[in-house]
């Protein structure tokens, strides 16, 4: 077996690498964007790739050569089903109601009018969304008809910037806030006044998000959401509190493990969109609104690297049986891609 990995430091390749080492198995780094990566991976049984949507050459080309690959008969990580859907809400939008899994219920405009029509016969609040960014950047409140009016001529106008340089100073001044003044709390607050004045290379490079309009509505709920994890046949699940008078909870950093006390249906349904979707990692966002009905906000491949879900004691498995044992999924992403070729 032939192991060959897109090597960004940070990522999960970092333990992939070390997996390879401890368990003797072949394998090479190769540059992802080489021309003639194709030739350079003949001979090889699997090709993995942590890309990032922060990356801007591997959102320009990451999932176009990921299925190439995959297409020319190699295992690959993430594959097709796992990962085309990637940083882009709306095409989730159109999978999982496809898939008939219960999504907060979404709505998506390409026509400013008609957009305009729907926001003046709707109630409110709703929450209105760019189809990519994490940890909730490009998410806000329309708490009114006018609110939403005016994201969506700007929708339809000059359009949204990648990067929210006002969000992301008053994020890092959140948190530097409530944590223990360190370097890292005063390095994001400083990039955040340089980034008010000096745009990211990232952000100069993307254009902005126009000529849609996309809205889900406000789930009223206890305070929290949960983020659950699947990768083969395991899942490992979290609760994420709100900001404090905000309703957002992704990137919140206000982390809970209750691993003993969790609603059980959040599990059971995230195995069940893992396997309706067919995914080799689904990192799945829910919320249990007031009615008591768990929906899907949003879902992805990816998930931070560390001080995240491996601060867990253990994980459940598919006949929603809990195992206390130490984490590393990156390790189970890589073992399930070895037994599966």
Not at 23 to 32: F, P, R, S, T
Not at 121 to 127: A, D, G, L
Not at 137 to 142: E, Y
Not at 310 to 319: A, L, M, P, Q
Request: proline share 2%.
């Amino acid at each position: 077996m032939k192991v060959a990995i897109h090597h960004r430091p940070g990522s999960f390749s970092d333990r992939w690498i070390e997996y390879c080492k401890n368990k003797n198995i072949d394998y090479k780094l190769v540059n992802a964007f080489d021309t003639d990566i194709i030739e350079q991976l003949k001979g090889y049984d699997v090709f993995m790739w942590h890309h990032h949507h922060s990356q801007i050459k591997d959102v320009l080309a990451a999932k176009n050569i990921l299925f190439a690959i995959e297409h020319s008969g190699l295992k690959v990580f993430p594959d097709f089903k796992t990962n085309w859907h990637f940083d882009n809400k709306v095409a989730q939008k159109y999978l999982l109601e496809a898939a008939g899994i219960p999504i907060v219920p979404s709505y998506i405009f390409y026509d400013k009018k008609q957009a305009k029509k729907w926001a003046k016969n709707t109630s409110y609040p709703k929450v209105f969304k760019l189809t990519r960014g994490a940890g909730s950047s490009n998410v806000k409140l329309a708490r009114s008809k006018s609110d939403a009016i005016k994201f969506i001529d700007k929708s339809f106008g000059k359009g949204f910037p990648q990067l929210d340089r006002v969000g992301y100073l008053k994020e890092a001044l959140r948190k530097s806030g409530k944590d223990t003044v360190s370097i890292d709390s005063l390095t994001n607050v400083l990039k955040g006044v340089t980034r008010l004045f000096f745009n990211s290379e990232f952000a100069k490079k993307q254009s902005p998000e126009r000529d849609y309009a996309y809205f889900q509505d406000f789930i009223e709920n206890k305070g929290f959401d949960v983020r659950v994890v699947v990768i083969d046949n395991k899942a490992v699940a979290l609760k994420r509190m709100v900001r404090e008078n905000d309703f957002r909870a992704s990137g919140s950093g206000n982390l809970v493990f209750d691993n003993d006390k969790i609603d059980k249906r959040y599990i059971e349904l995230a195995f069940n969109v893992s396997d309706k979707l067919e995914t080799q990692s689904l990192a799945i966002d829910l919320i249990h609104g007031i009615d008591d009905e768990i929906k899907v906000v949003e879902i992805s491949y990816g998930f931070p690297m560390l001080n995240f879900l491996e601060r867990s004691e253990g994980y459940w498995d598919k006949d929603i049986n809990w195992h206390e044992s130490d984490l590393n999924l990156q390790n189970w992403i890589i073992e399930g891609l070895l037994r599966d070729k």
